[in-house]
């Protein structure tokens, strides 16, 4: 199999957003002003021919770079869909990353105009010299900025009718998440999506007439994957946000749902305090938690990040049809349990249509894929086209084993193996699990000091309970359990977080180890472990 793919083929986008503006039975629901609105997919695309008229009076053309900036919002799919209409890249900003480091990317895309629903962003993006529409409502637009929601009332049918632009290559450009080194932005065209979002209608059976839960961020591919194939092929998309998400599931009852594991964490939590002091029953379980997902929910997708096996377990015994499944942003899916094939505490089996091996010496997963999502680099602002080798096995930088029927579990990443001066690797990612578990610490990294052996930097809330002692009785308990060179002998607590501004944390929250040592590890106070006894407060 070919994982060549061609660097300039035509975009299906355009054709296939002309094609829905006659589809007035398909729905996207969505809340403006605490209100739930509906509109047609028919009007969607009308609505979206305005704010395209829009972007190309303020000189958005073929080639041109937009940045979108917020939360999951109508406005913000009208922004990204009028990116394919006149045929400009779309640049999806986290909503999440601190402000200063989005008007960098802007900057570093070369984008000429700029659409945020932050009234307070508006200034930074002015001040950096980019023209901004306001996708939040008139209200709160502040003085002298146009609004989406402004365009929408003042227009005109002529304005909506104008036909996409055809166009070849990619449609958008994304970031990847930065826990191995600096952030980097690339290219995605949508033909690999849309193929991937056919495999999945065929594995777990769902079309036009299902209704499709969208609540994270938009910035995020899987997000958009699911929302361009939702219009191109008539499911109704609900567009909500965590706040709102059970409110939306019991109000419009959708059958499909996207997640990640720290949601589905959440949703435990609030089943537990939902049934505290009351008998739980499995069938008040199953109740529980179908408050939340709504009763009509058919599947839920699970990724990013591994998920506790307990919890899947658990959600499968309560009768949620939830499958967890694995890929990267640049080499697209990877691993899928389907309602055929499913396993707790794996990402399934390989997808069908590639396949996966593991090198024979670090166990890192590679994948051979038709379908790699990574298109080309944005570099100095310039597209530079990736291509891929036909056959050839690509790396993720994961580590994973087989069991004996062939479901794969990925135990962590290559970064979470270090090695001692005398030569042994060890594995810190399950140390770190064990470690946080029984501290009951926020977040644990484990590395090499500068005395070659290992440390634990424990993270605690500054309100937390646990003490230093707590913090030394447990590593104690955890290194009882380990081969003597996987134990940790020194160790260091802060009593603060790590946090998206400081750089130590992704916008999807995942830890940047090498920023952690950097702001946190090397100024710790660390301290050598006792461990001929355990401490008592």
């Known amino acids: 199999m070919s994982t060549a793919t061609p660097v300039t083929a035509p975009c299906p986008l355009p054709s296939m957003l002309d094609a829905i503006t ?41 080639g041109e770079r937009v940045a979108i900036h917020g939360t999951t919002s109508y406005e913000w799919v009208l922004a990204d ?67 989406v929601e402004g365009l929408l009332a003042a227009a005109e049918d002529e304005l909506a009718a104008t036909a996409a632009i055809p166009r070849e290559g990619p449609f958008t450009v994304v970031s990847t998440s930065g826990t191995l080194s600096e952030p980097k932005l690339f290219t995605v065209a949508a033909t690999p999506l849309l193929f991937t979002m056919d495999r999945f ?23 958009r994957m699911m929302l361009y194939w939702g219009l191109c092929n008539g499911l109704d998309l609900i567009l909500s946000d965590p706040a709102h998400m059970t409110a939306d599931g019991v109000d419009h009852r959708p059958t499909l749902h996207v997640t990640v594991p720290r949601v589905l964490e959440h949703v435990r939590w609030r089943v537990t305090k939902m049934l505290q002091g009351t008998e739980a029953t499995p069938e008040a379980v199953t ?15 699970v990724g990013s990040a591994p998920t506790d096996p307990g919890l899947m377990a658990e959600l499968l015994a309560a009768g949620l049809p939830v499958h967890e499944v694995y890929g990267t942003t640049e080499l697209g899916m990877i691993g899928l349990n389907t309602p055929d094939h499913r396993r ?36 100095g602002g310039e597209v530079r086209p990736h291509h891929w080798e036909p056959g050839r096995f690509e790396p993720t930088a994961d580590v994973g084993e087989f069991d004996a029927d062939g479901f794969l579990r990925v135990i962590g990443r290559l970064r979470d193996f270090v090695a001692l001066p005398s030569g042994e690797k060890v594995f810190v990612r399950p140390i770190e699990d064990a470690v946080s578990k029984s501290a009951k610490a926020e977040l644990c990294q484990v590395s090499i000091r500068a005395d ?17 002692d707590d913090a030394v009785n447990a590593l104690i308990r955890v290194n009882q359990d380990l081969h003597p060179w996987e134990r940790v002998k020194t160790y260091a607590v802060v009593r603060r977080l790590p946090t998206v501004e400081e750089g130590c944390l992704t916008e999807t929250s995942k830890p940047r180890r090498h920023v952690i040592e950097q702001v946190h590890g090397e100024k710790a106070n660390w301290h050598r472990l006792d461990t001929k006894s355990v401490r008592t407060g």
Request: charged share 20%; glycine share 10%.
């Open 22 to 62: 006659t589809d007035e039975v398909s729905s996207v629901i969505f809340r403006r002003a605490g209100r739930s609105m509906r509109v047609s997919h028919g009007q969607c695309r009308k609505d979206a021919g305005v704010v395209a008229a829009a972007f190309r009076e303020k000189g958005i053309s073929t």
């Open 344 to 379: 707790p505490g794996t990402v399934g089996k390989p997808i069908p249509w590639g396949a996966v091996e593991l090198d024979r010496e670090t166990r890192e997963v590679r994948v051979r894929t038709p379908t790699p999502f990574l298109h080309g680099r944005l570099d």
């Open 287 to 301: 109740n529980a938690y179908q408050a939340v997902f709504g009763p009509a929910i058919r599947s839920i997708f």
């Open 81 to 147: 869909l009028a990116c394919v209409l006149v045929g400009a890249l779309s640049v999806a900003l986290y909503p999440s990353a601190p402000l200063e480091r989005a008007v960098g990317v802007a900057a570093e895309s070369r984008c000429g105009l700029v659409c945020t629903d932050r009234a307070d962003a508006v200034t930074a993006f002015r001040e950096a010299g980019f023209a901004v529409l306001f996708l939040g409502s008139s209200s709160e637009a502040p003085d002298g900025t146009e609004s």
């Open 452 to 468: 070659g052996a290992l440390g634990a930097l424990l993270f605690f809330a500054p309100d937390a309970d646990e003490t230093d």
């Open 201 to 223: 209608a065929e594995i777990y059976g769902f079309g036009r007439g299902d209704r499709l839960l969208l609540y994270l961020p938009l910035s995020h591919l899987p997000q």
